[in-house]
């Protein structure tokens, strides 16, 4: 066999494994680029190294492993990503002030089908989705690096806990122990339950339509029929949010109402429905990117509306268009 011939194999092999991966990585770091970067770091060491397996464990725990590595280098760094409701309280409308903070703040949303890979079982590919949550995502934020990791393997990945330590280098008590402290904090920090919306069922189209209806309306009235009396409004990379329908229409009447005349496209972001909110240009010619809208959905009403406003960042990455060309 010729080395291309050799190498076309070898790349094939690795790719296979990318959407995998950059699952895990993106459930270790919170940020969809750094997720991606990192995948990359990892098949380029496999790539130079590969002489160097021994085949002692699977090409995919081998990834995992160097995957592994990545991330722990790149967390050591100290920086922990969260959702502004992470860090600080919930402000009244009337106080209201646009505070922007450095994009390695936040914790970043993500198209599903760049972290989930296609699997056949729906009891496997729900655990896929409920992981990536934006909820269950700032929660994992809360865990030390080695612990992440754990929790990641043994509950998200199914791992046992033998090949955990063999991954980590450790002992299967270390890994227990690391577990059963992870889920302590995981439960002390309590990720809100969202519904399940893969695939979304009549009542959540229904209510979906209603809200794209009532906001591109701008109908007030209307919206507040739909969200829970403490449904949330965020706006990274603004540290602001808003709690309570009363403060969330308060604040789209006051200095929200610029986005009267808005546009919502479906898309889906972190297992739930998402919209990217098309905002009039200011030309007069059709609609311009405004924000990645991410929905939480809770007992049939809304519980979160989270905006992501780096547009040049998000909608390139979600294959979004650019321009909403005037109808």
């Known amino acids: 066999m010729s080395d291309l011939a050799t190498t076309e194999d070898l790349d094939s092999r690795l790719e296979k494994h990318r959407t995998e991966l950059t699952g895990y990585c993106y459930r270790m770091l919170g940020s969809a680029f750094e997720a991606e970067d990192a995948v990359q770091d990892t098949m380029v060491r496999a790539w130079r190294s590969f002489d160097k397996f021994e085949g002692r464990s699977s090409l995919r725990s081998w990834l995992y492993r160097i995957a592994t590595n990545v991330c722990l280098d790149m967390l050591n760094a100290g920086n922990r990503r969260a959702r502004p409701m992470d860090l600080t ?53 809360h865990l ?44 002390e920090s309590e990720p809100a339950s969202t519904d399940a919306a893969d695939p979304l069922d009549d009542e959540q189209k229904e209510l979906l339509e209603r809200y794209v209806t009532a906001f591109e309306g701008y109908d007030m009235k209307a919206l507040t ?29 006051g200095v929200g109402s610029v986005c009267r005349g808005s546009r919502l496209v479906p898309t889906v972001a972190n297992g739930t429905p998402a919209f990217a909110h098309y905002h009039p240009a200011e030309d007069g010619n059709g609609h311009t990117p405004w924000a990645l809208m991410v929905i939480e959905i809770v007992d049939g009403r809304i519980s979160g509306i989270n905006s992501f406003l780096d547009t040049e960042r998000w909608f390139p990455l979600f294959d979004l268009p650019a321009r909403l060309e005037k109808e």
């Not at 393997?153 to 890994?175: D, M």
């Not at 706006?235 to 604040?251: E, F, K, N, T």
């Open 225 to 253: 029929t739909l969200l829970h009396e403490d449904a949330t409004l965020s706006m990274p990379p603004y540290d602001l949010w808003l709690r309570g329908h009363d403060d969330i229409v308060g604040w789209m009447l």
């Open 89 to 141: 309280a919930a402000t009244p409308v009337a106080q209201a002030q646009l505070n922007a903070r450095p994009e390695v703040t936040w914790l970043e949303p993500v198209p599903d089908g760049r972290v989930l890979p296609s699997v056949a079982d729906p009891a496997e590919r729900a655990v896929e989705r409920e992981t990536i949550r934006l909820a269950f995502m700032a929660a994992l934020q």
């Open 144 to 187: 030390p690096p080695k612990q992440r990791a754990v929790l990641i393997l043994r509950e998200v990945l199914a791992w046992k806990a033998s090949e955990v330590a063999e991954l980590l280098g450790t002992t299967v008590a270390s890994v227990n122990s690391a577990l059963q402290r992870a889920r302590a904090t995981i439960a």
